[in-house]
């Protein structure tokens, strides 16, 4: 069974930088797409950005793009997403979940997402 586990959220000062990763075991990742998400405290869960399977399709939300980058590293079972001039606003528990799905499409709406990581908290506060 595929399972996830994100790291890499912490504390930056606006205009920073942070990389998550999203770890899988369990099952060959390229059969997955893999989309980023993210809640702050009293709004809905938010997709931030997505990567297909084959990695050849990629989408970010309006407010990150130009910012943010999602990559994956299939050798190494891990999605990654760089967060570039990061703004207050930013702030939330950021979740990667997967779909099954090795095509070249993936979506921003979660609640086609089948599994779902732990998340891993990014403040981004000076």
């Known amino acids: 069974q595929l399972q996830l586990v994100e790291s890499g959220g912490g504390l930056v000062q606006p205009g920073g930088s942070l990389r998550l990763s999203c770890a899988a075991s369990g099952s060959t990742l390229d059969y997955y797409s893999i989309g980023w998400f993210r809640q702050a405290p009293g709004k809905e869960r938010e997709g931030v950005s997505c990567i297909s399977g084959s990695g050849r399709g990629t989408n970010y939300a309006d407010s990150v793009k130009g910012r943010f980058t999602v990559s994956r590293d299939n050798a190494k079972n891990t999605v990654y997403l760089q967060m570039n001039s990061l703004k207050p606003e930013d702030s939330a528990v950021y979740y990667c979940?997967?779909?099954?799905?090795?095509?070249?499409?993936?979506?921003?709406?979660?609640?086609?997402?089948?599994?779902w990581g732990q998340g891993t908290l990014v403040t981004v506060s000076s």
């Open positions: 979940a997967a779909k099954i799905y090795g095509g070249n499409y993936c979506t921003l709406r979660y609640q086609y997402l089948e599994i």
